[in-house]
């Protein structure tokens, strides 16, 4: 949630949503599917959270997508989205089969694994250090195991979910350590593992802006074939809402890539199902109709004014950020470029301050506090939207972090700067 309470101005509710609906409407029921099942889709998840980066949503980011690694926590084993939580006491679990459980129905949904929980959960006790372990749906089927350990330290919410990858950059994404500009955290190593597989190791935080709370610890290892075991731990016996219970998760960096990295997960990925729509079993990433970050990128630069220098950058299609500094401080810049959003027209330029240019272009200025957790972070934004709904809403933040403090008194970019590099016509070349 926003650590400042400051009222939104201009209908910020009704802004994300418009976001949220216009996103929605390019998901196929396949697209929808694999979404949930993995949380590790990069395309339109990908999109909303770099709308919600620009557009600020109260999500936090870790929540929408980390690096395109994370769509938040893993699911349960049956794969629902309500239960994202591994905090459900296993003590409170009903009878497997029962109404309360939600297995029986979730078990027979398309596209999902039927790994027996008890296979998955000998695998994570073998290769991890002697404990007590409690299991969530003992005798259920996914491809997920869930479950609360004690050491004797301090229970501990743990779980290991297998998943199969996108190919080419969309794999390589998601074992790679996201940007500290959009997401905070102690520590993350991203390496090549002899053999071929890829081992991304993180240690942050369920919200990653109130550092004070549930610490979540994670490996990723993909696999030369295509495959990811994802593992979680945090120091609680749940992800959200319950008491922490140790200063950290029970297992190290070590003993994360020791369980990630076990024999014992091979067969078990073999038993992950192909997906109908790509018999290949690997998902695709979609053709987008946006520019290339490196293009976004580049061009946000070229439009900067003169005396800033670039300290760190990144992007994505349709998407990118320049943190400059003028000798005054860092100044966070970002961009997003967006085809197709007419739908979202009517909300987004519906009230606040809104000009109409004389080619029907439409032109809206916002300026409010920032909504990370940053103290004194202020956030200004000008949005644009041609009358065919190509959309370029440009941002700019007196931090070079939203989550971290006010590092000078305004934006290094003003408002009117803001505006000219919005209304460029460079950017509807890039399309």
Not at 240 to 247: F, N, S
Request: charged share 25%.
């Amino acid at each position: 949630m926003p650590q400042n309470e400051a009222p939104q101005p201009d209908g910020f509710e009704e802004e994300l949503g418009a976001v949220l609906r216009s996103t929605g409407d390019g998901f196929a029921a396949h697209d929808r599917r694999e979404l949930v099942s993995g949380g590790l889709q990069r395309g339109r998840r990908r999109l909303l959270r770099r709308r919600l980066a620009v557009t600020g949503g109260a999500l936090t980011l870790a929540a929408v997508g980390i690096g395109g690694v994370y769509g938040g926590s893993l699911l349960s084993p049956a794969g629902s989205p309500e239960r994202v939580s591994v905090a459900a006491s296993p003590k409170k679990t009903a009878e497997p089969g029962s109404d309360a459980s939600g297995q029986a129905e979730a078990a027979g949904k398309p596209g999902e694994a039927r790994i027996p929980v008890k296979d998955l959960a000998a695998v994570l006790r073998a290769n991890t250090p002697a404990g007590s372990w409690e299991i969530d749906n003992p005798d259920g089927r996914g491809q997920s195991v869930l479950g609360v350990y004690d050491d004797g330290k301090g229970r501990a919410a743990v779980s290991v979910g297998l998943y199969r990858s996108g190919t080419g950059e969309a794999g390589e994404d998601q074992v790679a350590c996201p940007s500290r500009v959009h997401v905070p955290y102690d520590d993350c190593t991203s390496k090549r593992l002899p053999g071929g597989d890829r081992l991304m190791v993180l240690q942050g935080y369920v919200y990653p802006d109130k550092r004070e709370e549930t610490k979540n610890w994670r490996a990723v290892l993909l696999t030369k074939d295509g495959f990811l075991i994802d593992a979680s731990e945090y120091n609680a016996a749940g992800e959200k809402g319950a008491a922490i219970t140790r200063e950290n998760p029970p297992f190290s960096a070590a003993q994360l890539k020791a369980l990630v990295t076990a024999d014992g997960w091979r067969p078990l990925l073999k038993q992950l199902p192909r997906n109908p729509h790509n018999p290949g079993g690997q998902v695709e990433p979609e053709a987008s109709s946006e520019p290339s970050g490196p293009a976004v990128q580049a061009t946000l630069r070229s439009l900067l004014p003169k005396g800033l220098t670039v300290t760190d950058k990144g992007g994505d299609a349709g998407y990118g950020f320049l943190v400059v500094d003028d000798g005054k401080g860092r100044s966070l810049v970002q961009i997003n470029v967006q085809p197709g959003m007419s739908g979202a027209a009517g909300d987004l330029f519906g009230s606040g301050d809104v000009t109409v240019l004389p080619d029907g272009r439409r032109v809206k200025l916002t300026q409010q506090p920032g909504e990370k957790g940053g103290s004194g972070v202020v956030w200004w934004t000008a949005d644009t939207m041609t009358p065919e709904g190509f959309r370029v809403v440009v941002s700019a933040f007196n931090t070079g972090a939203q989550h971290q403090d006010a590092t000078r008194a305004e934006p290094a970019l003003t408002m009117e700067q803001l505006r000219t590099i919005a209304l460029s016509l460079r950017w509807q070349k890039l399309n």
